[in-house]
């Protein structure tokens, strides 16, 4: 008699079973960027107008670290809170990079904004590749741990990048 074929668990399941939820709960963690793009990208701009493009990357970015940071606690309001944070970063990060793109490389807007649209591609590529053979080698914490990882190595990647480059002074 062959043995029964076992799948491992979803990612899904251990993260409601950690937060004693039930996994149709979790839709909300994958909704909450959504809503968040919706309600902040109109205002994104005002971060610009304030502090300059360079300090409202980093802010943006720091917003993802602190989401990124929240969601390690593993609560349902961490998560949430941590979630929202993160829908925040993003929504302004993309608006901030066309104003990146035309302020640092006004004549080559093309090239650069489909070098950026390829390397989100192919990261989100990337991630979903090695999420389940991370997850199954080392657990699923590990796959929250290196998306705390990467926006901390983006961070400061950008202020190394930012102290070399000048502010560039726009109307925006």
Known sequence: MRSPITTPPLLLGHLANQLQVHQSQLGILTTLPLVMFMLFSNFAAKPIMRFGLKR????ALLAIVLGSALRMVMTM????????????G????????????????PNKIGLYTTLYSFAMIFGNMLF????????????????????LL???????????????IPEKNRTW
Do not use: D, E, K
């Open 56 to 59: 409202a990357l980093l802010y």
């Open 77 to 88: 309001p961490t998560m949430i809170l941590g979630t929202i944070f993160i829908g925040i």
């Open 150 to 164: 990467i926006p901390i190595i983006s961070c400061l990647s950008w202020l190394l990048i930012s102290r070399v």
């Open 90 to 105: 993003i929504a302004h990060l993309n608006v901030f990079m066309p104003s990146l793109v035309s302020a640092y490389f």
């Open 128 to 147: 979903n590749l090695i999420t389940a053979p991370i997850s199954n080698q080392f657990g699923w914490q590990t796959i929250i741990l290196i998306l």
